[in-house]
């Protein structure tokens, strides 16, 4: 890792405040290393979830099932879980340990490693489809379901978050509902996707 990327602090996956969280991991880093070759993109869209009180997540009213168990572990664990049997969905758990708080990645900007990216997407020319979308920046990334769980600040994960001292402003942050959860009753409209105005790495509706 190059000294002036700076990995993520483990306090920083501690806050309590998904909400904020989320909006701060724009422009952070998620860099992969699988079969020793490595793939970084900047985060631009994330969405937030709250399973103590949110309908729209898995742990709603903190429900503990073999597939929710991760997300009551102690902030800076990979929660990734399979949708539709197709998408790996690539999610960070926060807040302290007994917390279901988890923040979805939906829009990566590719950084490094682009080539490789294509391949994983059998993909020939760089489009915003290549990581625009949660399923889509997973297998770009070379992230799997086989990884679920795993310990994001350990010195040897193959994934893990960067901070390259890019500070995005607010008014360049945009809040809308998160996209896929009609179910979820009112928890459908709050405005808790988060996404850097006007980049093209962002998810279509």
């Known amino acids: 890792m190059n000294l002036s990327h700076r990995m993520l602090d483990p306090v920083f996956f501690q806050s309590e405040d998904v909400?904020?969280?989320?909006?701060?991991l724009l422009g952070k880093f998620l860099a992969t290393e699988i079969e020793g070759i490595?793939?970084?993109?900047?985060?631009?869209?994330?969405?937030?979830?709250?399973?103590?009180?949110?309908?729209?997540?898995?742990?709603?009213?903190?429900?503990?099932?073999?597939?929710?168990?991760?997300?009551?572990a102690q902030g800076g664990h990979a929660y990734i879980y399979l949708c539709y049997g197709i998408h790996h969905l690539f999610n960070i758990v926060t807040a302290p340990a007994g917390i279901p708080h988890v923040i979805l990645l939906r829009g990566l900007e590719p950084i490094e490693n682009i080539d490789t990216m294509l391949s994983r997407r059998n993909m020939q020319k760089l489009q915003s489809r290549l990581t625009a979308g949660p399923g889509v920046l997973s297998k770009a990334m070379g992230i799997s379901t086989a990884l679920n769980g795993i310990n994001l600040i350990a010195p040897n994960s193959p994934i893990w978050l960067e901070d390259r001292g890019l500070i995005i402003a607010n008014e360049d942050i945009i809040a809308a509902p998160r996209i896929g959860v009609d179910y979820a009753e009112e928890c459908a409209l709050w405005p808790w996707r988060f996404y850097i105005k006007d980049n093209k790495w962002v998810s279509k509706k």
């Open 19 to 24: 909400v904020q969280l989320s909006k701060s």
């Open 38 to 72: 490595r793939t970084i993109g900047k985060i631009v869209e994330v969405e937030a979830y709250d399973g103590t009180m949110d309908k729209a997540c898995h742990a709603y009213l903190n429900k503990r099932t073999k597939r929710t168990e991760i997300m009551f």
